[in-house]
């Protein structure tokens, strides 16, 4: 089954295309990685279909709903770790879990048992009483992570939740997400990173608000091999080559449109 549905998005500040017809699918219990630069328009991918900002034409689609106009349904059904700051600095660890679980409403023997269980597994237990900006960047992103969590959504989406997050911490993030994806969530991230990439199920590699290319990570590299004919290439090496094509190919279109547009 879809969870997430990315049909031909396109989004425009000012002159910029950030979304320029971007299409892909998640399905259920998948771990999908959308790849890419910085400017790529991966952030605003997710937050198209977190339904935070509108679309200039073209549909998301959230398990099942579009996230623009389904209100309550849809946030129920969705967990969102942006990049930049989500959580109150001034409130404790212990604090920011429960503003977060009266937002969903839930009764407080639901909450007390989830925020055990996230408060272990994230490794968060004994910092209950640490104020969130008292965090190292890895605690802090696996506290946003818990508080995403706690209304145990269908579906979670992570800005680059491992940017500016030491070697262990994010290595124990991407334990977590196969942990929740093994249970059967659906998880969608963005990363800039390309080893990051081998670790997701498939991959979108994104370019100036375009699909460049999607698939198995480990089918895209046997693929660009046996292309390439030479020593086995990396998911970074494989991105580069992609992306260099785009461009020459931008270019050259660019040039034809200044020659045809020049006067005969």
């Known amino acids: 089954m879809t969870m997430v549905a990315a049909l031909a998005l396109v989004r425009r500040f000012g002159e910029t295309r950030a979304l320029d017809g971007l299409s892909f699918a998640v399905e259920r219990g998948e771990l999908f990685g959308l790849v890419g630069a910085d400017g790529a328009g991966k952030t605003t991918a997710i937050r198209a279909l977190a339904g935070l900002i509108a679309l200039d034409s073209g549909k998301a689609v959230v398990a099942g709903r579009d996230p623009a106009v389904g209100g309550a349904a849809v946030r129920e059904s969705l967990g969102l770790v942006p990049q930049q700051a989500s959580l109150y600095p001034d409130l404790s660890v212990a604090e920011n879990l429960r503003f977060f679980a009266r937002l969903f409403c839930l009764p407080k023997k639901v909450f007390r048992e989830r925020a055990e269980r996230l ?146």
């Open 119 to 264: 408060l272990g597994i994230t490794r968060l237990a004994p910092f209950a009483d640490r104020r969130a900006d008292a965090l190292s960047g890895g605690m802090y992103k696996k506290l946003a992570l818990a508080c995403a969590l706690l209304h145990r959504p269908e579906v979670l989406l992570l800005d680059e939740p491992t940017v500016g997050v030491d070697p262990v911490s994010r290595r124990e993030l991407w334990a977590l997400l196969h942990e929740f994806v093994n249970d059967g969530m659906t998880v969608l991230l963005s990363t800039p990173y390309m080893d990051e990439a081998e670790r997701c199920h498939r991959v979108a590699l994104v370019h100036q608000g375009r699909l460049l290319l999607a698939g198995e990570p480990h089918v895209l590299l046997e693929a660009f091999a046996r292309e390439r004919e030479g020593a086995p290439p990396t998911f970074e090496t494989l991105f580069l080559a992609r992306l260099e094509e785009a461009d020459q190919a931008d270019q050259a279109d660019q040039a034809d449109h200044k020659q045809k547009a020049r006067p005969s």
